[in-house]
């Protein structure tokens, strides 16, 4: 008996050295997991630097860039060349967009403010002599805010007109209907409410089906959803009634024209910006 307890020892013994000597020629597993985790981890950061910054937006679930892009009055494809995107189809949830044009977001307006008057202190430093005779002060003019540049203005002035003819069967909702929805038959024509440039025509976000939308300025985007057919191409120039589409029901349960107005990316109610009709 002593002698098989002794050969269960020096086995034993034996099994342990040799896993201490396996474990001393590579890394620990939990080495390896917290590497090969590490670098998902920094791609998600990438521009964490940037969120909440004014010009900037994170990226949540289910968000495109053409979704961005008129959330925000601007251009798919200029959010792909201001951020150097590869694949304008791979963009990730956390991730930071730039979605103003650079620079724009640095420009901070502060009015000029009167000198602060100079104290005996820094009068007895200063190396200009200042004269014994007191003169009148006279009081500081009232401050004003800074001009609007005249672009503002006219853009403000923009003069929009009706997409199509038809009977008004959904108006605006902030939250259930971000524009309106126009009754007509399929291949009625829908014509550009105002001039501008094509900066998307497709068929890419849901909700809208065969969708174009058109850049007017600075401050204004509109919208138009659900045709069966596209008549114009990214980056035309149009001009106000010009035909672009003909009136469908794709991703829509009859025919009809969706139409939105967006100001700076907000959706604004149409029937403040159209005639009467």
């Not at 001393?24 to 590497?35: H, I, L, M, N, Q």
């Not at 150097?84 to 502060?110: A, C, S």
């Not at 003169?135 to 805010?145: D, G, R």
């Not at 929009?160 to 108006?171: D, E, S, V, Y």
Request: aromatic letters at 6%; proline letters at 8%.
């Amino acid at each position: 008996m002593l002698r098989a307890g002794l050969w269960v020892m020096v086995a034993w013994m034996t099994l342990v050295g040799m896993s201490g000597c396996a474990s001393k020629g590579r890394p620990a597993p939990v080495e390896d997991r917290t590497s090969a985790n590490s670098a998902p981890a920094n791609k998600l950061i990438l521009g964490a630097e940037n969120a909440g910054k004014a010009g900037f937006y994170t990226v949540k679930p289910g968000d495109t860039l053409i979704r961005i892009g008129m959330d925000h009055g601007q251009s798919w494809r200029d959010l792909v060349r201001w951020n150097g995107l590869e694949n304008p189809n791979l963009i990730e949830t956390g991730q930071v967009l730039r979605v103003v044009p650079p620079g724009q977001d640095m420009v901070v307006v502060r009015p000029v403010l009167p000198s602060a008057p100079m104290t005996n202190a820094s009068a007895a430093s200063a190396s200009v002599s200042v004269a014994p005779t007191k003169l009148p002060v006279s009081p500081a003019p009232a401050l004003t805010p800074p001009s609007t540049p005249a672009a503002d203005a006219t853009e403000e002035a923009l003069v929009f007109k009706w997409p199509t003819r038809g009977n008004l069967i959904a108006g605006f909702d902030e939250v259930k209907n971000k524009g309106l929805d126009i009754a007509g038959k399929a291949g009625d024509p829908v014509l550009a409410a105002a001039d501008g440039r094509v900066v998307y025509a497709g068929s890419g976000l849901r909700g809208y089906g065969n969708l174009i939308i058109l850049k007017h300025n600075n401050t204004y985007l509109t919208a138009y959803a659900h045709n069966q057919a596209l008549l114009v191409k990214e980056d035309q120039a149009i001009k106000q009634g010009q035909k672009i589409a003909e009136m469908g029901n794709s991703d829509a349960d009859q025919v009809k024209l969706h139409f939105e107005i967006r100001r700076q990316g907000k959706p604004v109610d149409p029937t403040k910006y159209l005639p009467a009709n």
